[in-house]
């Protein structure tokens, strides 16, 4: 399974690099840059997790809480 990076810049300034989910790679040829995001925290266990990131206004297909 191939995983889209991201590199996220916050409002707050700090950038993150990440995956984001629900991305079915099609769109590969239009221009991702500008685009906002939704923060996604993937739960592995009771003690670990993961930021993940959505275009905002995808549909959910996830088991994720926002963050």
Do not use: C, W
Not at 26 to 51: C, I, P, Q, W, Y
Request: glycine fraction near 8%.
């Amino acid at each position: 399974m191939p995983y889209s990076v991201v590199l996220v810049q916050l409002d707050e300034g700090p950038r993150l690099l990440s995956n984001v989910v629900d991305f079915d790679g099609k769109d590969t040829e239009m221009d991702l840059v500008g685009r906002l995001v939704d923060a996604v925290f993937e739960l592995h266990s009771n003690a670990l997790g993961r930021n993940l990131f959505r275009f905002a206004g995808a549909a959910r297909s996830m088991a994720t809480i926002p963050a």
